[in-house]
């Protein structure tokens, strides 16, 4: 069965800091890879996609992929009270371009 | 994505009742997805439409689950005999073509809350 492990948290940093999320997944052909945000009582929302090995930022946000490791992570420096929320990673399925796997995501608390 | 549309929001049930939850994609997108959150659980994938079509239901339960989306109209996910188990967040998303590999993503609905009973 194919999954998408996530630490489930609490994630608790101080306000400006970096925060730091980690995914692993078992799928070896999977190509896909995204960090949705999802704030309580909302629907998830995407907030990074990345399918080649190495780094992609997007303004405060930097998504990091290794192949060889089956690991994606997320980045978000000088973390704001507002990126409290969970963090979803998700990884297409081996050959199905349209079926995500979520993990069950990281609970992020920025403190003030 | 604001333009998938989902009602209603929030729905309560009792069990042995049916839900029907209502999905109109972004216009013009004629590909579905369905999605469900458990309370504790990650996103599970259910099953994917186009119009008039199943493409693929591998997630959805054998039983009381059924969904469909008309040449007319929002798409429908239909849950027979509702259980306590059913109480979920359900998540449509909608693109215009098949999603591919790279490049394309699902952007969700707001979600409908369902309560059961």
């Known amino acids: 069965q194919k999954e998408v492990e996530q630490n489930s948290g609490p994630l608790s940093v101080p306000e400006g800091a970096i925060a730091s999320l980690n995914c692993t997944y078992s799928?070896?052909?999977?190509?896909?890879f995204f960090w949705y945000r999802q704030y309580s009582g909302k629907s998830p929302e995407l907030i990074m996609s990345?399918?080649?090995?190495g780094d992609k930022e997007d303004g405060r946000f930097t998504a990091q992929l290794n192949k060889a490791s089956q690991y994606v992570s997320l980045l978000i420096r000088d973390s704001q009270p507002s990126d409290s929320a969970t963090y979803l990673c998700?990884?297409?399925?081996?050959?199905?371009?349209?079926?995500?796997?979520f993990g069950k995501g990281t609970l992020l608390t920025v403190n003030p | 994505n604001a333009g998938v549309m989902q009602n209603p929001r929030h729905l309560v049930r009792r069990r042995g009742q049916e839900a029907r939850l209502r999905c109109s994609p972004v216009k013009g997108h004629s590909h579905v997805y369905w999605y469900r959150q458990l309370p504790e659980e990650g996103l599970k994938f259910m099953v994917y439409?186009?119009?008039?079509?199943?493409?693929?239901e591998s997630g959805m339960p054998k039983e009381r689950f059924s969904a469909e989306f008309p040449k007319e109209g929002p798409s429908i996910l239909r849950i027979q005999q509702v259980v306590r188990g059913d109480s979920a967040a359900y998540f449509c998303?909608?693109?215009?073509?098949?999603?591919?590999?790279?490049?394309?993503?699902?952007?969700f609905g707001e979600g409908s809350w369902l309560t059961v009973v």
């Open positions: 990345i399918y080649s090995n």
């Open positions: 799928d070896r052909v999977s190509q896909s």
């Open positions: 998303a909608s693109s215009p073509v098949q999603l591919a590999n790279s490049g394309n993503t699902i952007y």
């Open positions: 998700a990884v297409n399925s081996g050959g199905s371009n349209y079926k995500l796997t």
């Open positions: 439409l186009q119009k008039e079509n199943i493409i693929d």
